[in-house]
């Protein structure tokens, strides 16, 4: 008989996993993936930002076996991510052509095609509404019933075609659109990230990015770390944004091309002074744009977004949210999330060895 | 649950890059290749390096076996084990001499390897720049124009501060005679273990996306100076309490009724050899499975 080393890995993962599965049903309440669908959309819709896989079901699947962990959806959504083979990308697409449900602009009063207030908690006051610990299916049916019925005095609008309020400022002269770039963006999923980044690694990596690290990073860049100046939105807009992939056998015809559904997104557009100094060294100001764009309805991770890709595009020497490697390699949330929790891992025999350096530094004595 | 997905989890062409970057890494030995890393159902810092490494390499014909921290029965190397296995349907083994594949957090393995196997190291930080100079872009340059003085002047500084070079596990090296790499946190008992090894050693980061290698009979040398040479952790005095091993690295316990310290070796499967062999020596009776 030989010795038998301690065994017990194998089972105590099995009952942690068990614990865990009993954690999530020892209430006895099924949780519906169509009630998280719901009555949960603002999770659902930061989940599939951060995850970067457009789904709702499955987000919301995500959402029921995490038992409401963001960290843990993302993480499982990015894992079945992996699994999918990536066959197609879709066309380019102006988000001109978003059917639009909410625009605001807090730059102009009175924007071309008009401001569009759509669902928002912006206004609402915040007092905990006791009346829901007892909602019923029946008041809900009825409620939704009467919205549906209301007849609202509101003006008419073309919600698919409404012009951009930065088409405004460029007529003024006050903007200098760049000429449009269609090539074939780097995808940071497919080729690692290399520094410099080129802008579409860089607004890759930040719609992924984690919201509460997207916003925190945007907020201390307007709070003095990075961005010189407040900067205004010019124009947020959520709305359904309609999805095209080309024909192979016609790959430059659009007409030809597929639809292939459409998907809610925000996007917003941030006005921030910059000064030009032109060929005769004359310096005046003029207006740059920061951009975000991701998947639901993310306002504040969308506007902080913004803000970033501004003072990455313009960098202040110095400022942490200037510096892309600071910024884009620590906003992601199943990067962030797994290093910080792999602390939980042994570290035996690291600590070991530090243990016999610092013992050997004190048996050495100090330096002369 | 039962596993109804691709053959080793990752799909062809998420498989096949990744083959490709390994060729690229043993191409050029200690040199850091990026790679886009998958994400895996398994934590980011747990070891996805190494795993996606092993899945892209693993053939119904291989033996797997997962050390962490020197055990086969760490609660990560089970979990890592599993993963391979269930979606793969390969053999397992914990005997060193066995495996085709070792997938290895911490250590490598006290049995020298051979010529037929795979090392593969998980690795949480591959730049052995990084905690002198943060920038990823600088550290890049840095490699590329073989500027490491400041790798020595770390060193040095350390010397003048404590009278000895205080570096821990992940004691960086140079390769073939070129790149500064980090071994991964292994102790520094292992670095020269890496030095002319037979065996194929793949270093797989995850999170930092890079993969690199030392490939076999390559040239792997701790950084030091004339007078304060590199050394390992030292055991002196010391030997596990089960077997009398001395050359082996040794894990510190505490007895929890005498309160005194005792060593056991590390490396588990190999512990379990060297006691069974000994167990066979004094009685006589049969061998082991």
Redesign the interface.
Known sequence: MGYVAVKGGQKAIERSNLALDYDRIKDGRVLDVADILAGMRPLVDQVMSESSLYDEELAALAIKQASGSMEEAVFLMRAHRSTLARLYYTNTTSTKSMFVERRISASFKDIPGGQLLGSASDFKQRFLDFDLLNETQEQVRETAENFEKKEFDAPVMNLRQLPKVIDYLEEEGLYTSQPLNDREPDDITKSSIQFPTSRSQRLQSLTRGQTGAVTSLGYAGIRGYGVASHPNIGELRVGELPLHVSDARHPDEEDQAYYIGSIITTEVESFLPIDVTDKDGKTTQSFAVGYGLTFGQNETKTIAMSVLDYSLEHPVDGYPTSDEEFVLLHVDSVESTGFISHLKLPHYVTFQSLLDGIREIKKGGTAE | MNYQ??YA???E??KKEIRRTILKAVAIPGYQV????????I????G?GGLQVSLSLVGEEDVVKVI????D???????IK?MITDTTGVDTTIHTIESTIIQS???IPEVPLTEEQILVLQV?LPEPLRLIE????KT?EMHAYGEYSVSWLHIFEQ??????A?????YPVIVNGHYLMAPS?????DNPKMNQNEGLILLGAG?E??IYAVPPYTDVVSIDFEDYPF?T??FSGAACR?TGLTDV????LQDEKTGESYYLT?D??Y??EV??EQ??TVTG?GT?E
């Not at chain 2, 205080?166 to 992940?170: G, L, R």
Request: net charge positive; hydrophobic share 25%.
């Open positions: 997905g691709n989890f990752l799909d062409n998420s990026p790679f886009a890393s998958r994400e895996l159902p934590a980011r810092g747990w996805t962490d921290q020197g055990s029965e760490s609660v990560n190397a089970v979990n599993k957090r911490h250590r949480p943060p920038s990823e872009r890049k010397i003048v501060r404590y009278g000895k205080s570096m821990q596990s992940d946190p292994i102790p520094r008992f999170r996306k890079k050394e952790e030292s089960m690295f040794l894990d510190e590390n588990q499967s512990m379990l006691l069974n167990q066979n009776g082991h």
